[in-house]
């Protein structure tokens, strides 16, 4: 099983940009579905994102559809989120989730990482 650890998370200003990484250790990083969701205050945790084992196929929320790109590397087991034009309401804790085989329309995920702070200035 993996272990995983974001990072990239800060305060912006809407509009701009921010980049979150998350590195995974254990093995076998490449069987994994990974994905990203976000929690704000008072709400529940929402998905994002989320890329299959090869890279070659990913799923998006609409509301981040345009703005945001989930990409992988499995050389370095690092999943990341490329997030542009950045909007107050995009303020949350975004993590990193993992799942062994599972699809990419899967809703659960067995592995989640701590999460990182991004906050949105308007």
């Known amino acids: 099983q993996v272990q995983l650890r974001e990072s990239g998370g800060g305060l912006v200003q809407a509009g701009g940009s921010l980049r979150l990484s998350c590195a995974a250790s254990?093995?076998?990083?490449?069987?994994?579905?990974m994905a990203w969701f976000h929690q704000a205050p008072g709400k529940e945790r929402e998905f994002v994102a989320a890329i299959d084992w090869s890279g070659e196929r990913t799923r998006y929320a609409d509301y981040v559809k345009g703005r945001f790109t989930i990409s992988r590397d499995n050389g370095k087991s690092t999943v990341y989120l490329q997030m542009n034009s950045l909007k107050p309401e995009d303020t949350a804790v975004y993590y990193c989730?993992?799942?062994?085989?599972?699809?990419?329309?899967?809703?659960?995920?067995?592995?989640w990482g701590q999460g990182t702070q991004v906050t949105v200035s308007s």
């Open positions: 989730a993992a799942g062994q085989w599972v699809p990419l329309t899967a809703t659960r995920y067995g592995t």
């Open positions: 254990g093995r076998a990083f490449s069987t994994y579905t």
